[in-house]
Every structure is written in C-alpha cells, then in structure tokens.
C-alpha cells in the first residue's frame, strides 16, 4: 500500500486568521482517515485546499505522487479526485438519475459532435452512463427515486444523492465533508454501512465529520486538527486516549 | 433520459405537423411573414436559453450576432456573387470564430460585468454599421440583397420562405433537443445550479460557459442571415440593444432553462404587437403589462404556467 495523498507543511492565512499551519499527513491507498476537531480547527478550510477551491499560501499537496499545485478543481476531479459539500448541492431541474450521470462527466470519452448528432458512440456511452448510475443509485438505496426531481427529495436522501454523484465514476480519492450532518440516527448508520462498502471497493475516503461515533467506528486512522494544526494522529483507540485531544474537545 | 428525449421528439413532431399543414389554412401573406419572424426568433432565443437558463449566464448582445450573421452573409454575396448558402455558412463561421474569442475573455467576468461586455458588444455593431457607410450602406440600410436558391427554384416567397426557415428551425430544435438531453446538457445545467459543485466533478466550467456563448452566437447569425435574404433588406436599426433586450425578455417569458419555452416565449411575444395594433397606441402599455405581469407572478415562465396547469389536471384526474 502506497500513499494516495500526501500533504507537506500546508498553511493558509485568511487576513490575520491563520486557518492552516503546516499540516503534514498522509493517506494510505485503501484506508478511511478520519479528520476531526472542534469547530473552526480548520477541516473544511483543508477540504478546500485539497480540492483546489482555495490556494495554499505555503506548502505541497501531492496526489498519488504529482503535485496538485496550479491545478484547478476540475481538473483535481479529472484526476479522481473527487469531495462532496458540507451543505448539500444537488443540481435543481435535474432528476435523481441525471444528478448522478454528472458525475460521471471525468470519463467521458465521446465530443460535443457526437452528442449534438447522437451518433452511436454517444448513444452507447450514455447506456453505460446510465447503467452504472443505477448502480450507485442501488448501493445508496435510491434505485426507485432515479426519476425524481432531486430538489424534491427530503435532505437525508439528497446528501444520498450527492454520495451516489461523488462516487459514480469510482474516483480514487473521496474527499467527505460532514456527511453525516443534518442526518438522524438510523441514516447515520447507513451511511457508515455504504462508506465501508466504498473501502471494500478499493476507494480511499477522507472523512471529515462532527458525529465522533461514526468516525471511530469506520475509520482507520483519526487525524485531530485543532486551531489549523494536527495535535494527534493514530487509531481510533489512541485518540480517545489522547490528552491533548481531550482538552481540545472539552477545555481545560 | 431516453424517455425525456423521446417525449420532447413526440413533441417537435407535433410541431412540424402543425407547422407544415398551417400554410394551406393560412392565406395572408401577412401571416406568413409574422410566422417567419417568429421562426428566426424562436432560432435565436433557442440559444439564449442554452446560455442563460442552461450555462446560467446573460448577455445583452445577441442582436450583435444577429446583425453578423445579417449583414456578414448579405455583404458577401453581393459583393463576391456567392450563392448565400455559401455566404450563410461563411458568415456563420465568422460569427463562431468571434464569439470564441469574445467567449474566452468576456466569460471571466461575472454578473453585471458580463452584461456590460455584452452591451458593449453591441454597441460596437450597431455604430459600426451606422459609421462605415460606404461598406454597411450605413442608417438607410442594404438593398437588393439575394434570396436563397435550390436549383431552379427561387426562395423568395413569403411561403418558400415559410418552408425554408422553419424547416431549419426544426431541424436545429432536433439537434438541440439531442444536446440538452446528452452529458453536455447535463453539464450546462449543473454549472447553471452550482458552478463549484460541477466543477469538483470533473466539469470545466469557462469550457462550458464558452460552449454556450458560441452555440448561442451561432443560432443568432443563422438567424441574421436568414432573415437578410428572406427580407432582402437590413437597416441597422434592427439589430439595436432594444432587439437583444426582447430577445432575453423572450426567453424569459417563455421560461428560461427550457427549450421549448424559448419556443413558446418568442413564438408568442413576436406576433404579439401585431395582434395587439387593434388597440393602437395602448398596445406597448398592454404587451408591457403582459410581459411584467408574467415575469412577476410565474417567475418560471410560460412554461412554468402550463406545467403546474397540466399538473394539477393529472392530479385531479387520480383524486
């Protein structure tokens, strides 16, 4: 197992608010890590910056070995990079099916010709579009809702929805930032069930979550962010055990 | 999603019938004309919809295009003897090759920026064409420009117009239909929801922006040339900021985000005035109210209306 994202001294000031200073930490191929610390410990910012929606002011981010450094969100994504949004973004005016065919937009392969004439070769990647939405449809339960108007559904399916988009093109990096947020008990635990799914799937997920539960029930590693820097790294055991994790969370 | 494509082609279908049978029960020319207009509208406000309601941004221009597509296609073939077909699609690569560039810088900007670039745009045509007299012909306009040809036959009827042109229009609704239901479709309307979101999925976004302009620009000169050789004669009157300002109150008014709603928006609101000179000089109180009292009360348009009124019928029907 190698590492699939690697990020060296990573720091980013907004004004006078040191938001990151020098985060340093991998993630191994395959694992769910863990990211956690109160509020305002600077996860989202570093979500952020790994995804190229914000610049680092110093620091290196490197992705299965190459440097993401000048290269914008979209092309991260190309890469199989892929996050989805602490507050839900499904795209309104289109259906369940059709938000989850957009994410599998990286690997088109068919012009903008062969879609304006649909000539076969479109046809037949849109075929394969939609039966592979169906799947990652089904492994999040919302195979039945496919035609819906995704801004009708209740907001636990529609962070549901944006899953099935972010995963769809099986990217190799999955970038969550608090999915679980907003959702009650029984979808939290779904949603632990299809993310250990995606690990046995070969992904590699980077979590970033408020409910500690289901953060020390599926990760590997828990990396402690607090104030813009790492104040703790290791299992989940280790970190329930950490002092300085403790008055992190419960002040001393 | 073939199901989409397939309901909106049953759609068009309808259409070209209705179309192709109303020249035998309409006999005014007068008609005809007011059909032909609306036809190359409902071309251009086609596009505007791909880039305002698809790619989510405005531009207050089109006319510019218009008027490239226009007088481009017209001064070619009156200057070289070109068949207009040719000069159309001169005319219409000209256009395409402009709007890239203008695509690639102005679709930096945002908001309000973008409208002015738009704006400024066309006012550029529009002077343009007022100053170089000696090319453009200037205020009093260019006459005796060549109608199209198919073989023998001379396209320069109202109703071999009627047939050209919309026979064109159908067969770009088609392809747009194909578009708009495809991965670039897709692409367009998740940029328009969420540029952030689309673009931490592998969508470009300035690519897609510039699509759209350029796609828009297209449909705008189709229409231009069109129009200079059904009409045989452009002023550059025509091609002022208040036509791109009735194009987007067109596309608006329809229901923007929707084809067929640029379909409806510019189909009715181009025989409107003539429909209304009954009421002589109320007529602009009375299509301004309209248009305000649509865009205040059914923000999604026409089309937005006849959805929820087909709606709520198919569920009352189950009640």
């Known amino acids: ?252 | 999603m073939f199901a989409r494509l397939q309901k909106d082609r049953r759609r068009l279908l309808g259409l070209a019938l209705l179309i192709y049978i109303l020249p035998f029960i309409l006999h005014n020319p007068y008609y005809l004309t007011v059909l032909n207009l609306s036809a190359l509208n409902i071309l251009t406000v086609c596009g505007l919809t791909l880039l305002i309601g698809y790619a989510g941004q405005i531009s207050l221009g089109h006319a510019g295009f218009w008027a490239l597509g226009a007088y481009g296609s017209a001064l070619l073939s009156l200057h070289t003897g070109w068949s207009p077909w040719i000069t159309t699609l001169l005319a219409l690569l000209g256009t395409i090759g402009l709007a890239a560039l203008m695509g690639v810088t102005i679709l930096r900007l945002r908001g309000n920026y973008l409208v002015m670039a738009t704006l400024a745009f066309n006012l550029a045509v529009y002077f343009f064409l007022v100053e170089a007299e000696d090319l453009t012909g200037g205020p009093p306009g260019l006459p005796g420009i060549p109608p199209y040809k198919l073989g023998p036959l001379v396209l320069a009827s109202d109703l071999a117009a009627y047939f050209l042109i919309w026979t064109v229009l159908l067969l770009i609704l088609f392809l747009t239909f194909n578009l708009v239901h495809s991965s670039e479709g897709r692409a367009l309307k998740a940029l328009a929801a969420s540029e952030t979101a689309a673009a931490c999925l592998g969508i470009n976004p300035h690519w897609y922006k510039v699509l759209a302009f350029v796609l828009s620009a297209a449909y705008a000169s189709l229409a231009g040339s069109f129009y200079a050789h059904y009409l045989s004669f452009i002023s550059p009157k025509t091609f002022d900021i208040f036509f791109s300002v009735e194009l987007v109150a067109m596309s608006l008014f329809g229901g923007r985000g929707s084809i067929w709603g640029a379909v409806l928006g510019a189909g009715t609101l181009t025989p409107l005035p003539h429909l209304l000179s009954f009421f002589d000089e109320y007529r602009d109180l009375i299509y301004g109210a309209l248009l305000m009292g649509v865009l205040i009360f059914f923000p999604q348009g026409l089309m937005g209306l006849l959805e929820r009124v087909l709606r709520s019928k198919s569920s009352g029907l189950k009640s």
């Not at chain 1, 190309?78 to 949004?85: I, N, P, Q, S």
């Not at chain 1, 839900?88 to 957009?102: G, K």
């Open chain 1, 1 to 252: 197992m190698g590492e699939i994202l690697k990020l060296q001294t990573v720091s980013k000031s907004f004004g006078g608010v040191k938001a990151l200073r020098g985060v340093s930490f991998s993630l191994e191929d395959g694992e769910i890590l863990g990211l956690i610390g109160p509020n305002g410990a600077g996860k989202t910012t570093l979500i952020n910056v790994i995804s190229g929606l914000l610049k680092e002011d110093q620091g290196h981010i490197l992705f299965e070995g190459h440097s993401l450094k000048g290269l914008s969100p979209w092309q991260r994504a190309a890469l199989g990079l892929a996050r989805t949004f602490q507050h839900i973004q499904v795209f309104a005016d289109l259906t369940v099916l059709e938000n989850v065919l957009c994410g599998l937009h990286r690997q088109r392969k068919t012009s903008f010709w062969a879609h304006f004439l649909r000539l076969p070769a479109a046809v037949a990647e849109e075929k394969d579009f939609e039966s592979r939405a169906y799947q990652a449809l089904a492994l999040v339960g919302l195979k039945e809702k496919a035609s819906w108007e995704a801004e009708t559904l209740p907001y636990g399916e529609q962070k549901k929805v944006v899953l099935a988009r972010s995963l769809v093109s099986n990217p190799r990096l999955l970038l969550l930032d608090e999915p679980a947020g907003g959702l009650n008990e029984r979808e939290t635990e779904e949603l632990g069930q299809i993310l250990l799914k995606l690990k046995t799937k070969g992904m590699t997920l980077l979590l970033v979550e408020h409910d500690l539960n289901l953060v020390m029930n599926i990760c590997d590693r828990v990396v402690v962010l607090n104030q813009g820097e790492v104040i703790a790294m290791g299992s989940p055991l280790e970190i329930q055990k950490n002092n300085r994790v403790l008055e992190a969370y419960l002040g001393k």
